[in-house]
Structures are given as C-alpha cells and as structure tokens.
C-alpha cells in the first residue's frame, strides 16, 4: 500500500451494503483515516494480521466489528475500549508487543466469547478477566503466562515471573490453581500451541507457503 495507507478504493463513502468483511493480511498497512467508521460499515468482520499498526485506531473500535484482530502487528498497549464493544464475539491480539491488558476495563462486553492472544508478552491478569473465562477458556499457548503456568504445573518453578500484587485476579494468578493435578486455572486458558485459523492467526500463512510457495531446483 503506497505510504503504509489505504487505498482511496476503500475510503469510499459509497461502500456496497453488503461489504461486511473486510480482511488483510501481511501489508505495509501502519494507520487508518480517523473518520473510518463512517466509511466502513458498522458491525464489520476486521482482519488486519501482520502489518504494521502501532496502536488500535479508535476509528475501528466505532465500527463495532463483530469479529477483530490486529494479530501479527507491533502494537504495544491496548485500550479498554477494544473490550467493551457490544456485538463483538471475537478478538485476536496475539502475537503483538503487548506485555498486558488494560487494567480500567469496567464494562465488559457481553458478547464477547474469545481472545486470541498467543506469543504474547502478557505473565498476569487483572480481576475483570474473571467475568470473560466463565463464558470460554482464554487462548494463550505460547504467551509468558502459560510459559510461568506450565512449569508451576511440572514444579520448575514455585511462582509466577509476574511480581505478586493484591490486585491481580485471584483465580489466575493463586498458585493453588496452577496445580497440575485438578488446578481450576487449567478449565479457563488453553495453552495448546496456536493453530492458524482455528485458535491463532486467520490466515494459515505457514501451511500456504508450504502448499504453494515457489520451489526452486537445486
């Protein structure tokens, strides 16, 4: 994309009434117009994996997408906001610099079901996350935190790296919890290794390379 921005096709004022899924993957893309959401429709499908966006546009957080994620860029903080738009089911943070969530969320979406936040900095959770894990298990493989949970399970290690503090969320962070043998933290985040398209980013970009990448004669 020239200059790291959208096309002038995209930043119609006259989108199709039908256009409610827009998806990119691997771009130079590092910023959206301010005034996107009255260009794209409200409630979209968002992808924007592996590009280059420093932070989440508040102009894609009113659109409301249904379904976000902004996996693969070098985003480094994330607002409360990202976690209270109404009508979203799905979001995917992983494989970002974040090193964890917002701590002010106060109110949280009720239709939010999954985060994706595989190959993340993020050791510690604050007390709001214990609303979302009752509805489904948090998708972490490959995070710092499952990396601290999985040796806490196999007695590598006696404690989180996170620094104790009183205002972490106490079902996630009780070592009690983390036992291997029926710890309850084990019900509410999956650390399995992420796969491409069903539990981490949308886009298979490893088994397409593999399928049709160019292959060269030695």
């Not at 659109?63 to 089911?89: A, D």
Request: charged share 15%; with cysteine.
């Amino acid at each position: 994309m020239t200059n790291g921005v959208l096309p002038a096709g995209l930043l119609s004022s006259d989108t199709p009434l039908n256009l409610y899924d827009i998806e990119m993957c691997v771009t130079n893309l590092r910023e959206v117009p301010d005034d996107l959401d009255s260009k794209w429709l409200l409630g979209s499908c968002i992808v924007i994996e592996h590009s280059k966006l420093q932070s989440v546009p508040a102009s894609l957080l009113r659109i409301m997408p249904s379904y976000l994620s902004v996996m693969g860029n070098p985003i480094s903080s994330l607002p409360p906001e990202i976690f209270e738009i109404e009508g979203m089911t799905d979001l995917g943070i992983g494989d970002t610099n974040i090193r964890e969530l917002p701590y002010n969320v106060t109110q949280l979406s009720s239709t939010l079901t999954t985060i994706y936040m595989s190959d993340t900095n993020i050791s510690y959770f604050w007390p709001w996350i214990e609303e979302l894990i009752v509805r489904q298990p948090i998708l972490a493989g490959g995070s710092v935190y499952c990396t601290d949970l999985e040796r806490i399970a196999n007695g590598s290690a006696d404690s989180f790296s996170a620094l104790p503090s009183p205002d972490y969320s106490v079902e996630l962070m009780d070592l009690a919890n983390a036992a291997a043998a029926g710890g309850s933290t084990w019900s509410v985040v999956d650390c399995s290794p992420p796969v491409n398209g069903i539990t981490g980013p949308l886009y298979p970009l490893a088994d397409e390379d593999r399928h049709y990448a160019l292959n060269y004669p030695d």
